[in-house]
């Protein structure tokens, strides 16, 4: 069956540390893709990467980076030097068997502090 | 930037009352989505829709869910008897493609309060 895990519930940080928040993912699929979504206080959810199964090569965007490691069915997210505007949950989402529907993590609410 | 809108933000309803969401979607997408997320818990997937017609359902999405694209450009949610469990926020999401090489965007959300 599809399943994410995001075994962080809460991490906190001070201003311009970095952080990395775990993801990890079960799928009957031997292609897929993988999302990482932002949620603001405000409440919208803000896409930030989709991966294909078949890349396993690292992201980079700005202070976001992603690490793909197939081998271990993990897609971690990490924040350079964070700010206080990271501060939101962020969920870790994969595509159910056959179908377009997203499953979601339980979401990781990362707090930067000044 | 092409985007998402949902109305209203924030409803208030009385248990027992019919509600209606409404969400515009991008105008060139083809597959609409409605998730909630209830306060505090994980996004969940409640249906989806393809040429008029629900090409998914979850099981929260039971009789007193319906969806409709009434006019081409609006894709609503309706409940017809709100329970207090139905209290979440309620996400619309659209995408160009059904398959998974293109990512949906989501609107910014309607929280619904049943009281």
């Known amino acids: 069956a599809q399943k994410v895990t995001q075994a962080q519930t809460e991490i906190s940080v001070v201003e311009k540390e970095d952080v990395t928040l775990d993801c990890v993912y079960e799928t009957r699929d031997t292609t897929y893709y993988l999302f990482w979504y932002k949620q603001p206080p405000s409440g919208e959810l803000v896409f930030l990467i989709r991966?294909?199964?078949?890349?396993?090569q690292n992201e980079i965007s700005g202070r976001y980076s992603w690490n793909f490691q197939k081998s271990t069915s993990s897609f971690n997210f990490t924040i350079t030097a964070s700010q206080v505007v990271d501060s939101a949950v962020y969920f870790c989402?994969?595509?159910?068997?056959?179908?377009?529907?997203?499953?979601f993590g339980t979401g990781t609410r990362l707090q930067v502090f000044p | 930037e092409p985007e998402v809108t949902q109305t209203p933000s924030h409803q208030v309803t009385q248990m027992g009352q019919e509600v209606i969401l409404r969400c515009v979607p991008i105008s060139n997408h083809l597959y609409f989505y409605w998730y909630r997320q209830i306060l505090g818990q994980k996004v969940e997937f409640l249906v989806s829709f393809y040429n008029n017609e629900i090409s998914e359902k979850s099981e929260i999405f039971d009789d007193q869910f319906s969806v409709e694209r009434p006019d081409g450009s609006n894709f609503t949610l309706k409940i017809r008897s709100t329970k207090l469990e139905d209290s979440a926020m309620y996400f619309c999401?659209?995408?160009?493609?059904?398959?998974?090489?293109?990512?949906?965007?989501f609107g910014q959300g309607t929280r619904l309060t049943v009281v």
């Open positions: 991966r294909n199964s078949f890349d396993e």
């Open positions: 999401a659209s995408r160009f493609e059904g398959a998974m090489n293109t990512e949906a965007f």
């Open positions: 989402a994969l595509p159910s068997y056959n179908t377009d529907k997203l499953i």
